[in-house]
């Protein structure tokens, strides 16, 4: 995997709009979930890659840290190799003064090219250092997406909880509505209240019918009374 392709893929999760994926799932509990899993396995997966980009550029500075110290100590070989010759040829010694001088122009060879190596390394260096640094900077983004998604998800469990909850109690109160236990009472009054009119009904009736036994001995006295005064008259008229 390359550079590039590393940092492209951490920066695109880093960036991720949640909400506008949440507002395109049609379960976005689910969604989220499987989000939290695909982020923490991107994040496994990066974090393995970024490592791996770490430890190349490690090894690129370390490699750049001998070059400069190998430059150093082939300065230092010059140098004294240099110093050696002077002495040697101020002594009268040419013959051994050319010797170091030689070894002198070797270690200045191996000074030079130690430091175009070391030159060579430095953009790399500086390249492969901000990489790292964008990587990292996505690491801690995708983190702190994951850390969202997750409270994301557990605000969303408690919401979809609370609104089954909100919705069994309102069912519940529909039923009680639908089927209110004092309809039936109501029903029942309303039955009583026949039978009281009922029973009402049958007192007057009874009521009544003494009344016309009452006003039918009545009739029944003044017919007799009638009948012993016409008996009355006429005994009377014999007389």
Known sequence: MSKQTILGRVTQLAKANINALLDQAEDPQRMLDQLIRDYTNNISEAEQAVAT???????LEADHKEDVEAASEWGGKAL?????ADELRAAGSAGDADKFDNLAKVA???QIQS????AVAEPTIAAQTS???KLKSGLDSMRNKLTEL?????ELVARAKTAQAQNTMMDA???????DPTSDLNRFEEKVRREEAMALGKQELAASSLDAQFEALDDLGKSLEVESRLAALKQKRAA
């Open 173 to 179: 109160v529909k039923n009680i509505d639908v089927m």
């Open 53 to 59: 980009t770490i430890g190349n550029l490690r090894m």
């Open 80 to 84: 004294a190799a240099s110093r050696k």
């Open 108 to 110: 200045l060879g191996r």
């Open 150 to 154: 997750q409270a994301k998800r557990d």
């Open 131 to 133: 990489v790292v640094e």
């Open 115 to 118: 430091e175009k190596e070391a």
